[in-house]
């Protein structure tokens, strides 16, 4: 599994590469293309305005009237060059239009007119200046104001050129397909935190999966120990020797009732396990008289604080214990904060360990506190996650999956309920939680 895993993940990995590869290669063309679709059609604007403004030199042949009769002598002509005619602004409004004509609206322009006779610019743009500056960026392209050849005036005047110059082509047309690359990029975008999604649900499955292994290895194990010594005491309890024997009588259903407590503790590991999978708890809501449970669970604590030279103090104030809860997952959570609380003791204090409770009109409240380890604020920030086990001093040496008070928060929550946690590194911890109490 793990290397399938592996194989499907590096596939992916780098079929998500190849196709954002091919993807910029593919926008890298776009550019290219849009640049030379834009230079054409500049070319074609800067010979279409080039071409009008040579007709315009014989702006009174249109009209009917031959403007130069052989005897018009050659001063007149001249005042036919095109940069006679128009302004700058005229001639910038012509090229506008053929630029809107051709959808270039958002590309940047100047041009110049130039008298091929002196090479000198009469008429210019007000940045025309700047591409001769620059001419690594700018773009340029000359067109000759010439009337075509055949007419009238052919000659007459001295040549003119069309200088039309793009500043910067690659960003224009980079600008020209931005929304493209934006939508390219977010789907990227997109895909890729999908693709993550995805590797972190396969990692997550794969962590449960294990755990779930260790899982049933270990309590097939475990629950086979307590059912065959069981069954051993049962055997002997049937011995009618035994039978007489008042003292070797309670031995055994000691026995009994100490491997039935730990089963006890087994289930309750197995329903955290069961945890994994589903969100939701199932509750089996009913009318809970909490300090008996409570006096329960502490019950089983007794002989493993006795064992550690410490003791519990139980203050069970609260004057209304009737809650709304499950019995079995209420005495597990009880059970998982105490164990945490035995757990998570220094190795040479005696543990000392402190359960009170207190009542509202509308909630009963359990205050756990303990002289333990303690945690610095970071772990406190995450104790409640699933598999999150703090990492810090001689921790290691406890067992645990990291599952206790994940499980605890969500049966608490599950109950409508709320669960805080304090603690002070090297001091002790305080658990808090409040459940609802059984509305009378
Ligand atoms: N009373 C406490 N004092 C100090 N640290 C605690 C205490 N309770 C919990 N922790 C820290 O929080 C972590 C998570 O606790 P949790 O009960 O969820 O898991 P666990 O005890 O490690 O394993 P298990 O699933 O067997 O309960 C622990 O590993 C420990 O580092
Ligand atoms: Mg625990």
């Not at 090229?95 to 959808?103: D, Y």
């Not at 007000?126 to 055949?150: C, E, H, M, T």
């Not at 224009?172 to 789907?187: E, I, K, N, Y």
Request: include cysteine; charged fraction near 25%; glycine fraction near 4%.
């Amino acid at each position: 599994v793990k290397r399938r895993t592996i194989i499907i993940a590096s596939l992916t990995t780098l079929a998500v590469l190849g196709v954002i590869f091919i993807q910029l290669s593919w926008l890298d063309s776009m550019t290219r293309l849009r640049k030379d679709q834009i230079y054409d059609k500049v070319e074609a604007i800067t010979g279409r305005v080039a071409d009008e403004l040579a007709a315009s030199r014989n702006v009174s042949a249109a009209s009917g009237i031959r403007p130069f009769a052989l005897d018009v002598p050659y001063e007149d002509i001249h005042a036919f060059t095109a940069a006679q005619r128009f302004t700058s602004q005229e001639i910038y409004e012509k090229i506008r239009l053929q630029f809107l004509a051709q959808e270039l609206d958002d590309v940047p322009f100047e041009f110049g007119l130039a008298n091929l006779a002196n090479n000198y610019f009469q008429r210019k743009s007000a940045k025309f200046n700047d591409w001769s500056l620059d001419s690594a960026n700018y773009k340029q392209i000359v067109k000759y104001v010439r009337p075509p050849s055949g007419s009238e005036t052919e000659s007459l005047v001295g040549d003119e050129a069309l200088v039309i110059v793009i500043p910067n082509l690659k960003n224009a047309a980079f600008r020209s397909l931005r929304p493209t690359f934006v939508l390219a990029g977010v789907l990227t975008i997109i895909i890729f935190a999908a693709f993550g999604f995805t590797l972190w649900t396969m990692w997550r499955q794969k962590k449960l999966g294990d755990i779930k292994n260790d899982f049933i290895n270990n309590m097939t194990h475990e629950f086979k120990t307590p059912i065959a010594t069981i069954s051993l005491a049962v055997d002997a309890l049937r011995n009618e020797k035994v039978q007489r024997d008042v003292s070797k009588l309670s031995y055994f259903s000691e026995i009994i009732k100490e491997e039935n407590q730990r089963m006890n503790r087994q289930v309750e590991t197995i329903l955290k396990a069961a945890l994994l999978d589903r969100q939701e708890i199932e509750l089996n809501l009913k009318p809970l008289p909490a300090h008996q449970i409570i006096q329960d669970v502490a019950d089983n604590f007794v002989l493993r604080l006795q064992e550690k030279g410490g003791a519990l103090e139980l203050n069970l104030k609260a004057e209304q214990d009737l809650i709304k809860a499950d019995e079995v997952h209420f005495s597990n959570l009880v059970n998982n904060l105490m164990d945490n609380a035995v757990k998570y003791s220094k190795e040479n204090v005696p543990p000392k360990i402190c359960l009170a409770t207190s009542s509202t009109d509308k909630n009963f409240t359990i205050r756990l506190e303990d002289n333990g380890i303690g945690m610095n604020r970071e772990t406190v920030k995450r104790i409640f996650e699933k598999f999150y086990r703090a990492h810090t001093g001689n921790i290691h040496n406890v067992k645990g999956f990291g599952l206790g008070l994940s499980y605890v928060k969500s049966v608490v929550e599950a109950h409508d309920g709320h669960i805080k946690a304090e603690s002070t590194l090297g001091k002790g911890s305080c658990f808090t939680i409040d459940l609802p109490l059984q509305k009378t």
